[in-house]
């Protein structure tokens, strides 16, 4: 029991949920974030809303290892009933927006690095990032500062995971399809209608089965979410927009999927980004086989994180449930918190 570091993560996630913080409006969070660590004398980087530190006894010849999470919020579910920036405690709960995500996650991490912070002779280096824009996978979060972080080896990235080990996470593409067609009038043999051309591509998107299986998560998932065509009743449309959602496995890359698709389709297919990856860590790898002799069991996770920005293989690990989060009067129990910073520590006590 660290008696210290879970009554001071406590304290800081009551005064970062007071703070409004939600995406690309972080400032004040990253001020408390920084201050928080400078007061434990900490040295920090701070660029735009993100934080990060690097253990004392940095060592430039060890591979480093990055705790990361996110102090950004959605913005309030319209269903609250309590005040979303009023820290409570109540029958062992922590109520407020973002205590369950990733609050909870992001201060147990924190703790976990105060708690080696002055350690001499670690086989790791640890940094820590507290970054924002995560909500949005914004292009000032995360992604903005790994060039300045150095080498990284692996990654725990903190997410709301029951403490599990969520070993591998989809990846995200959103696809803006066009089908072309001829306009014409819709009484008379005219036109090529777009709509036509589009049933036809939507039905391969419907039915497709990609080659490779994910052992964790099985096919690849692709969703056709909107539809749009037509002006007015007689006239056969010459366009038709719908978009896709594709939900990608660790079995291939963004970019393999695009081509993939492209040869089969008609319609024309831009991706809005690809650069929501998939991502994945070997069930034996070191980190992993640490959580498994703690009773932590594995599994692939349906929903996207920061992970998908990295390109070292990560894990993603956390107090709080992902069933809480974004939901009205989100809260995370205060003994998950307590029970996150002491499985970090023996997690990580473990490789280095």
Not at 47 to 62: G, L, M, P, T, V
Not at 281 to 289: C, K
Request: glycine residues 6%; hydrophobic residues 40%; contains cysteine.
């Amino acid at each position: 029991m660290h008696t210290t570091l879970f009554n001071d993560s406590l304290g800081l996630l009551q005064k970062l949920i007071s703070i409004p913080s939600l995406s690309k409006e972080e400032a004040l969070t990253a001020e408390a974030i920084d201050l928080f660590l400078k007061d434990r004398g900490v040295k920090t980087h701070r660029r735009e809303n993100n934080i990060w530190a690097f253990n004392k006894h940095y060592d430039a010849s060890k591979p480093t290892i990055l705790l990361n999470s996110h102090h950004d919020t959605v913005k309030p579910n319209s269903s609250y009933t309590r005040n979303p920036f009023s820290p409570d405690l109540e029958d062992g709960k922590l109520f407020g927006l973002g205590s369950n995500d990733a609050g909870g996650c992001l201060v147990s991490l924190i703790a976990c690095f105060l708690h080696f912070y002055e350690q001499e002779n670690l086989k790791y280096n640890l940094c820590l990032a507290a970054t924002s824009e995560e909500e949005i996978s914004g292009a000032n979060g995360l992604e903005l500062i790994v060039p300045d972080l150095g080498p990284l080896e692996f990654a725990i990235v903190g997410e709301p995971t029951l403490m599990d080990l969520a070993i591998a996470e989809r990846g995200l593409m959103v696809l803006d399809c066009v089908s072309h067609g001829k306009a014409g009038h819709a009484a008379r043999e005219e036109g090529e209608n777009a709509i036509y051309k589009a049933i036809k591509d939507i039905e391969w998107f419907r039915t497709y089965e990609f080659a490779k299986k994910s052992a964790l998560f099985g096919s690849i998932k692709m969703s056709v979410t909107i539809i749009e065509a037509g002006s007015q009743h007689n006239v056969v449309p010459a366009i038709c927009n719908f978009t896709v959602d594709v939900r990608v496995t660790d079995a291939y890359r963004n970019e393999e999927v695009i081509k993939i698709i492209r040869q089969h389709v008609n319609c024309e297919v831009n991706p809005r980004s690809v650069r929501l990856k998939s991502s994945s860590i070997s069930v034996d790898h070191p980190i992993v086989l640490a959580g498994i002799a703690l009773g932590r069991k594995t599994y692939g996770s349906p929903t996207t994180s920061d992970q998908a920005l990295l390109d070292i293989p990560s894990l993603k690990i956390g107090p709080g449930d992902s069933a809480r989060s974004h939901m009205a009067d989100e809260y995370i129990y205060v003994n998950e918190i307590e029970e996150g910073i002491d499985l970090y520590i023996q997690l990580i006590s473990k490789i280095v």
